[in-house]
């Protein structure tokens, strides 16, 4: 290990827990360790990360019980984030411990790297420097659309100050931001899909997005992937919009869900292996028609059932929003699969009580 990533290392040790509660957020403390799934922040019990020094070791060591795989805080930032190389983590480890950047960090920007714009690796950036969304702008957004729990599986994050440019000519803005992350089938990073929110409040006709032109806008390569909510096993409901989905997760939160962005990135999303049922969450408009029409079509060529969940209004976002949960869940009682009712709305409805 260079001098450089040593330090690092030893400075990330010293704020173990901080760095596991940052980039491990869906794990939690268990005496001296905090225990999450796996280096990806996947909920689960299988990595241990050690947070004080002790005869077994010294701090910010983590092994995986599961994979045998093992390292340190550098090698958890890298993963968490999906970053490519050493110097990516080293960036990302300065910023979180606050550190004046290295001397090739610092060199004029002229001679940097450049990073074209909208690209995937912009892409990755962006998502790297923003952070955890809980008790920020995206959770209170969230939750005025009726998403009271954002069951997100660590795939969106908040900037506080987003680039915005409305047109060439026109000078850069900054806005805050929720930063969602598209993924391919392996979850790579493919691109980010960013919502620019108004700071100032919420009203009827935004919606707590910012009151800019195009309030939305995606990034990098986002044909056959999408923002992706929870691991896929056999079973996966996809659709449209963010906000559609997270809907429904917060009504199913066990069923892994994505987000293709629009129409018709939902009709050409690719479908993993192994998948046996696909539910298609349609968006009440002919273009919702058409996509679901496409991603039928396209899954049973697959050999994989196809089914529609239809909204009563114009989306699953705007259901929740109007009659609440418990009439969402209802709705779903009559689309759902029986075997799928109790494997995902009743488990749910349990543990909820």
């Not at 799934?37 to 947070?51: A, E, I």
């Not at 005869?55 to 958890?76: M, N, Q, V």
């Not at 009827?204 to 990034?219: E, F, S």
């Not at 390569?221 to 929870?230: E, S, T």
Request: aromatic fraction near 6%.
């Amino acid at each position: 290990m260079s001098r450089d990533a040593s330090e690092l290392a030893r400075r990330l040790a010293r704020e173990a827990e901080a760095v596991c509660r940052h980039y491990l957020s869906h794990g939690k403390r268990a005496g001296r360790y905090w225990v999450v799934g796996d280096v990806h922040n996947t909920p689960g019990r299988s990595l241990f990360v050690r947070l004080q020094e002790s005869p077994k070791g010294p701090a910010g060591k983590w092994s995986d019980a599961a994979t045998g795989e093992h390292g340190d805080l550098l090698d958890i930032i890298r993963e968490s984030l999906a970053l490519r190389d050493f110097r990516e983590a080293a960036e990302e480890a300065r910023r979180f411990l606050k550190l004046p950047r290295s001397e090739e960090q610092s060199l004029p920007r002229t001679v940097r790297p450049v990073v074209p714009a909208g690209s995937q690796e912009a892409a990755r950036r962006l998502f790297a420097m923003s952070g955890p969304i809980e008790g920020t702008l995206v959770e209170t957004y969230l939750q005025r659309r009726g998403i009271s729990e954002i069951h997100h599986g660590g795939s969106l994050r908040f900037h506080p100050r987003c680039y915005y440019r409305p047109d060439e000519h026109l000078p850069t803005e900054t806005w805050p931001a929720m930063i969602s992350s598209v993924t391919d089938l392996e979850g790579r990073i493919t691109g980010v899909h960013r919502t620019w929110l108004d700071p100032h409040g919420f009203d009827r006709v935004r919606l707590g997005k910012a009151p800019i032109d195009t309030p939305r806008r995606a990034m990098g390569d986002l044909l056959g992937n999408a923002v992706r909510f929870g691991l896929v096993d056999d079973v996966l409901a996809a659709g449209e919009g963010i906000e559609t989905m997270l809907s429904l997760r917060y009504a199913l939160p066990a069923l892994p869900m994505a987000a293709a962005l629009s129409a018709n990135h939902l009709a050409a999303m690719l479908l993993p292996s192994g998948l046996r049922r696909l539910y298609i969450a349609r968006d009440e408009d002919a273009a919702g028609d058409a996509a679901q029409a496409i991603l039928t079509q396209r899954a049973e060529a697959a050999g994989i059932e196809a089914i529609a969940l239809s909204p009563r209004l114009g989306d699953f976002n705007e259901n929740l929003h109007i009659f609440a949960l418990e009439a969402l869940r209802g709705a779903l009682l009559l689309q759902l699969v029986p075997e799928d009712v109790v494997r995902f709305l009743h488990s749910s409805m349990a543990t909820a009580e």
